[in-house]
């Protein structure tokens, strides 16, 4: 399995400011068919995560310009601008280019 | 809008089985697979597998080939997992997911005797 590993795991930032995750893959993230399937998920403090980004750098439906996510290969980040109070949780990279889908282990947002 | 609105909590004992409903909304439910993610109390997500809608037919990654089972009621638009002969470590959350894009809820699931 393709092992996802997200640094760091705990993350401290004052309201407004702007904070990067980086996630990192076993593997090469490309498909055959020349797509990188690497998302982020926002899971807020009990809720169910929720889909931020897909294939590295699109935004999801409704998600806010502040989330922006890029990167290639096995190396990839996502940056967060103009952090504010819902923006707080446990943010995931999920990799679903080979089967079976995995995880990154978490990265703690928090106010500072 | 779309939804996947799951089934309410679980308390079991060891060795006895539960089945969870996710039931879809706002789209065509056979137009999307299903998939189920873990979450055990306090860690990551764990992927489960999937259920192709259109066949009914599961896939099952490697740690939930035996005593897990997915089906559909396809005219209801939901979907079922079952959990046979529950253990202990079975103690979690269980997310149903349309395709990567959409979560239900989740339900805790408690085993304990």
């Known amino acids: 399995d393709v092992v996802m590993t997200q640094t760091p795991v705990s993350l401290s930032v004052s309201l407004g400011g702007q904070v990067s995750i980086s996630c990192r893959s076993s593997?090469?993230?490309?498909?055959?068919?020349?797509?990188?399937?690497l998302s982020w998920f926002l899971q807020k403090p009990g809720q169910s995560p929720q889909l931020l980004i897909y294939?590295?750098?699109n935004r999801f439906s409704g998600i806010s310009d502040k989330f922006s996510g890029r990167g290639s290969g096995t190396d990839f980040t996502l940056k967060i601008s103009r952090v504010e109070p819902d923006d707080l949780g446990v943010y995931y990279c999920g990799q679903g280019t080979q089967y079976p889908p995995t995880f990154g282990g978490g990265t703690k947002l928090e106010l500072k | 809008q779309i939804q996947l609105v799951q089934s309410g909590p679980e308390l079991k004992k060891p060795g006895e089985s539960l089945k969870i409903s996710c039931k879809a909304s706002g789209y065509i439910f056979t137009d999307y697979a299903m998939q189920w993610v873990k979450q055990a109390p306090g860690k990551g997500l764990q992927y489960m597998g999937w259920i192709n809608t259109q066949t009914g037919k599961p896939t099952y990654a490697d740690d939930f080939k035996e005593r897990f089972v997915f089906s559909l009621e396809t005219s209801a638009s939901t979907a079922y997992l079952q959990i046979n002969n529950l253990k202990k470590e079975d103690t979690a959350t269980y997310f149903c997911?349309?395709?990567?894009?959409?979560w239900g809820q989740g339900v805790m699931v408690t085993v304990s005797s």
């Open positions: 294939r590295v750098s």
């Open positions: 593997q090469s993230l490309v498909h055959s068919n020349g797509n990188t399937y």
């Open positions: 997911v349309r395709g990567t894009d959409y």
